[in-house]
């Protein structure tokens, strides 16, 4: 295998690696930022299985993830909404070996086509017969900035990969060895670095910042002072359009709720929330009580695990004395409902569709429990260490 296919097999391992990243950001009214609406039409060949395709866009405030709202034959038609310079369309396959394959493209407000295939490559990228006002990310042919930038992290990436397939089997197991890998990782991070400042009126080296480093928000436990690096150079490397721009101020406001987050002792933020049921609650309107925000979803095993455990608090104690609110990040408001019916899930539950009370108290993990005293001050938070089962009988039995 020659070097470049190196190269381009540690990029595609990147690229799948944050096709999943959520960007954390706090709720703004779509009709300040003139949301803009998208449409695709794409037409499968028949080397796509395509029950085995599936759909995700960045509409530059969320990631909105397409499952059983995508018809599984014919062309396929996709509609959004998006508050960026483009909406990001990705596109994941599974071979049948079981091989993930993917491609994002870059789509405006001009209705797009793409006719898509497969076959087996090293970059693991779905390939195109055809693109019409849509544009691959990670396509080196037609990308000239990241053509560029491949050919310049080849040594560091090459360099990496070596030591990656020297030592993989000892990898997780030796601290020294992890440690070289780790260094290794933040100099092809720093190198990309230098590489986008010399590039940074192409909105396109902003997408890749946003896409391939500003990963590191989604750690539970990030480096704040790397992050604080990357915010600096977030706010004085690319121009006023990009850091001014709808997501460029969301993800300003990621990178500094990353660097100082909710934590205890904190004061709650102020927030309204219209449940389920209909009913408004404002954070205001609960003082005197104590509040527990329970994040879920039904496809996360710890949090249908715990349901129980929420259960039994609701039964002990007196919905005057500790308000309960769910917040919900299921793919479907049906899905959700028929979790809570079936469970007898009987307190508050907000569909947090929009992804704007997770934003707010800045929750990526699931489940994340939030404890409010009467005042709104924060007096417990889920963390990676505590058991909140336990953490929060214990709590709530010396306060009510």
């Not at 429990?369 to 336990?390: A, H, N």
Request: include cysteine.
């Amino acid at each position: 295998m020659g070097d470049f296919m190196f190269l381009q097999l540690i990029m595609m391992t990147l690229r799948i690696k944050q096709l999943f990243i959520l960007v954390s950001c706090i709720y703004l009214s779509e009709a300040a930022f003139g949301q803009k609406h998208f449409q695709v039409t794409i037409k499968l060949d028949t080397s796509l299985i395509s029950k085995k395709v599936n759909y995700q866009y960045d509409d530059g405030k969320r990631i909105v993830f397409l499952g059983d709202s995508i018809s599984s034959s014919g062309n396929i038609m996709i509609n959004g909404k998006y508050f960026s310079k483009f909406a990001t369309l990705d596109v994941i396959y599974v071979n049948k070996k079981g091989m993930l394959y993917s491609n994002s493209y870059l789509i405006d407000d001009k209705p797009a086509q793409m006719d898509l295939y497969y076959e087996p490559n090293i970059e693991q990228l779905i390939l195109n017969k055809r693109l019409v006002n849509a544009s691959a990310a990670y396509d080196t042919t037609t990308n000239k900035v990241y053509r560029e930038l491949t050919n310049y992290n080849r040594k560091l990436n090459l360099e990496k990969w070596n030591f990656l397939q020297k030592h993989k089997a000892n990898l997780n197991s030796n601290d020294s060895l992890k440690n070289i890998y780790s260094q290794l990782v933040r100099e092809v991070s720093q190198h990309t670095l230098i590489f986008l400042k010399k590039h940074a009126d192409d909105y396109y080296s902003f997408w890749y910042f946003k896409r391939n480093i500003a990963y590191l928000l989604r750690n539970s436990n990030p480096d704040t002072a790397l992050l604080k690096e990357q915010l600096k150079y977030l706010q004085t490397t690319f121009p006023p359009e990009i850091t001014q721009s709808f997501e460029g101020k969301e993800l300003i406001k990621a990178y500094k709720r990353a660097i100082d987050p909710l934590k205890k002792n904190f004061y709650a933020p102020a927030f309204t929330l219209t449940t389920i049921d209909g009913k408004k609650l404002r954070l205001s309107d609960l003082k005197d009580k104590y509040v527990l925000f329970d994040f879920w979803a039904s496809w996360c095993p710890p949090c249908m695990e715990e349901i129980p455990f929420v259960k039994s608090l609701r039964k002990k104690y007196p919905k005057n004395k500790l308000v309960i609110i769910g917040i919900n990040r299921d793919k479907s408001l049906e899905k959700m409902k028929q979790t809570i019916k079936e469970k007898g899930m009987n307190w508050y539950h907000f569909f947090d569709k929009e992804t704007d009370m997770s934003r707010l108290f800045g929750v990526l993990d699931f489940p994340t429990y939030f404890l409010v005293d009467q005042k709104g001050k924060i007096i417990y938070k889920s963390d990676d260490i505590r058991d909140d089962t336990e953490e929060l009988t214990e709590i709530l039995g010396k306060l009510i």
